[in-house]
């Protein structure tokens, strides 16, 4: 069983891998020998994250990446493909959040947009440079390629004040589906990870907040908010050859917040 889950010669890009959830996945996706690619903005922070992947052992790599500019994930992905000479799978958790801090009723088209413009066609973008890599591998013989999306439990539950950021996330889920259909073809598959509340920068400042966490710590029946690292083994899984019949679908890695 060991072998299904060796990632030797596989290469993936992890955008938005520098920290949180997709640090958690580069982490684990590293420790089974695949060669990993992490994107982000802050070129700082991607440097901190290539020392702590660089102890896994497998090959690693950054680039400076804005997703919500087509333009940079075409050359980011050009980079990738200059170093390592194929991209087995993309991993498309960058993102941003929805913060709730306006109603609905004051929300302006502007940051309407910059939510879509990162969460949703940034996605569009990475997945697009990399099925067209994969669909062209598989007319050579070589068909693989595993498409994933960061999306998020907001995608399923009401969110007061966070319409923008869960309309960015369920699109992600109705994509997925789309895309395991039109892919499969060339040996690709395509999914969405849900997480619930987890611990990382993005939700450092409602980590903090005391009414936030005596409100929903006791509604996950873990009794634990989720940890970047909580994300290593479905990251390896749907890169892995045991995820190949499993396509189309939405993973919740919530320690059951949506079921309780």
Known sequence: ??????????????????GGIGLGMAEALAGAGCAVSIWGRDAEKNRRALERLALAGAPVAAETCDVADPDAVRRAFDATLARFGRVDGMFANAGVAGGGRRSFLERDAAEWRQTFAVNLDGVVASFQVAARHMAERAGAGDAFGRLVATSSVASLLGAARNEHYGATKGALNAMVRALAVELARYGVTANAILPGWIESDMTAGLMANEK?????????PARRFGRPEDFGGIAVYLMSGASSYQTGQVVVIDGGYTVA
């Open 212 to 220: 936030f966490v005596s409100f929903n710590l006791p509604r996950i």
């Open 1 to 18: 069983m060991a072998g299904l889950f060796d990632l030797t010669g596989r290469v993936a890009v992890v955008t938005g891998g520098n």
